[in-house]
């Protein structure tokens, strides 16, 4: 007797219906479809440095493999890298910062997920910015908390309006999240808005998720982080990492710092989902944060250099616009006098014009109206984009 298989329907808990993604790599996944098919993409849509990870940090990482870095570590990191990362810190936000308030993760998104889980109820609310880092709503939502977007608008230079973020806060407030320099935007909120965000936040129990994750490649003056404002660092999560700084995206090591006691559970989530980070990793981590910083310095400049090229370019054809971040790695176009919308235009780009950007809908709904092009590729290869999307322009409004 000849047995039949069953096709079963797939019965998925219903949190994953409020799951979003990362639009990014589904980009990158058709781009790379096309290049199957034989055509030539240029690449302005992922969000990575196209530099290598500097040699003194490859070497390190080579040498702890070879002295058998390879086992498992501390759910919350490798004493030496938290150690390293509290004084770094403590430094550069001039605050008093001590290993047990150090968790190390792989990668950045741990630690908005892990925050996430660890202190938002069924329907507590969180404010963050739009448009922003699609994750944010995305984890907001699957873990059942009402997302508040926050609106950045171009008019204001991408940074938060203070005063429309302070009718956002109610008594169901649990979380507010900060990103400067922001992505997509570019954007940077200056040291006297953060101020006046703690202000109006005063003595109320939220807490902030501070996304630094760029801040070392601000074009325009000092970064100024939230823990530095008195009275704010025990209800600040700092969410840094290593992917973006020293082009270590590959690498997977990211660290939040926040007080101890939620430091304890955040690492109770490590332990449970990824146990450690990476030991040979962390050894690389650590001679990142304490060895040579020229190879940033350069980064930074090259990164401000093309996108100074590649937003004069933009200003240069018609129905664009674009100003001048003043962080991160990103051009975020105003494309509204095209008459088009982004997604199709996104995608009309990618597919006839062979550039591949993001639609500004892809990090929320403040982000019609708008393209983003990741600067993270050559200065010739950028200059190409400019011209296949002028030509594209020329043919087709």
Request: net charge negative.
């Amino acid at each position: 007797m000849t047995a039949h298989t069953v096709q079963h329907e797939l019965l998925l808990a219903r949190r994953m219906a409020r799951l979003g993604t990362e639009t990014a790599f589904e980009v990158l996944s058709k781009a790379r479809a096309l290049e199957r098919q034989g055509r030539k993409i240029i690449h302005l849509e992922i969000g990575e440095p196209d530099f290598d990870t500097p040699a003194n940090i490859v070497d390190a990482g080579v040498e702890a493999l070879r002295s058998g870095w390879t086992h498992y570590g501390p759910s919350a990191g490798l004493p030496e890298l938290r150690q390293t990362i509290a004084d770094y810190v403590s430094r550069t936000r001039g605050v008093e910062v001590s290993p047990d308030e150090v968790v190390v993760v792989p990668g950045g998104k741990p630690i908005i997920f892990f925050s996430m889980l660890a202190l938002i109820d069924e329907g507590d609310e969180v404010i963050y910015p739009d448009p922003g880092f699609p994750i944010y709503q995305s984890m907001i939502e699957y873990v059942g908390g009402k997302a508040v977007p926050a609106p950045l608008r171009e008019e204001r230079d991408f940074a938060m309006d203070v005063a429309e973020f302070e009718s956002l806060v109610s008594d169901r407030t649990k979380l507010i999240i900060l990103n400067s320099p922001q992505n997509p935007t570019g954007g940077i909120l200056p040291r006297a808005d953060i101020e006046r965000i703690a202000a109006i936040l005063g003595d109320r129990n939220i807490m902030v998720l501070s996304d630094e994750i760029y801040s070392r490649l601000q074009f325009e003056g000092e970064p100024f982080s939230i823990l530095s404002v008195p009275g704010m660092q025990e209800r600040t999560i700092l969410l840094d990492g290593f992917s973006k700084t020293y082009a270590m995206t590959g690498w997977r090591i990211g660290y939040g710092v926040m007080r101890a006691d939620l430091a304890t559970q955040i690492t109770r989530l490590m332990t449970n989902s990824n146990s450690c980070t990476a030991s040979f990793t962390q050894i690389a981590g650590i001679e990142a944060l304490l060895g040579n910083q020229s190879s940033v310095d350069r980064m930074r400049a090259e990164f401000e250099q093309r996108s100074r090229i590649f937003v004069d370019g933009l200003n240069e054809i018609r129905g664009f616009s674009c100003r001048m971040p003043k962080g991160a790695f990103y051009a975020f176009a105003n494309i509204r006098e095209t008459g088009w919308q982004a997604k199709p235009l996104a995608d009309a780009l990618l597919e006839e014009a062979g550039v591949a950007a993001l639609s500004g809908t892809s990090f929320g709904a403040f982000g019609e109206g708008y393209l983003r092009f990741s600067v993270a590729n050559s200065v010739s290869r950028l200059r190409e984009a400019l011209d296949r999307i002028d030509r594209w322009v020329k043919q087709n409004l």
